[in-house]
């Protein structure tokens, strides 16, 4: 089955840029919804974005001016990277995989159903 695994460093400051990768087994970026996901401390789920089989990417509106989803094909992987992070922005980090994604009618929100979950990866924003 597929694995996800996470990585990237647990510490960012203030203003620099978070990123991080998620590697791919058993799957493959080519095909399927792959979604980074956040957990601030004590809140819920936050939906970042997503990237879809064909290349297309697709991001929160909160997030979407500081978020940049792109794939590595060779590599089997794909990358999150947010821009000018703040405390704000501390929480565990997941990616994520659907199987099948569905727009509501006229555009706007996603619907995804994730079988597949990466464990997740800690990351600070602190100076």
């Known amino acids: 089955q597929v694995q996800l695994q996470e990585s990237g460093p647990g510490l960012v400051k203030p203003s620099q840029t978070l990123s991080l990768t998620c590697t791919i087994s058993?799957?493959?970026?080519?095909?399927?919804?792959w979604s980074w996901i956040r957990q601030p401390p004590g809140k819920g789920l936050e939906w970042i974005g997503f990237?879809?089989?064909?290349?297309?990417?697709y991001y929160s509106p909160s997030l979407k001016n500081r978020t940049s989803i792109s794939r590595d094909t060779s590599k089997n992987q794909f990358t999150l990277q947010l821009n000018s992070v703040t405390p704000e922005d501390t929480a565990t980090y997941y990616c994520?995989?659907?199987?099948?994604?569905?727009?509501?009618?006229?555009?706007?929100?996603?619907?995804?159903?994730?079988?597949?979950w990466g464990q997740g990866t800690q990351v600070t924003v602190s100076s």
């Open positions: 058993g799957g493959s970026i080519t095909t399927d919804y």
């Open positions: 994520a995989r659907a199987r099948a994604a569905r727009q509501q009618t006229g555009g706007g929100s996603w619907f995804l159903l994730y079988d597949a």
């Open positions: 990237a879809a089989y064909r290349g297309d990417t």
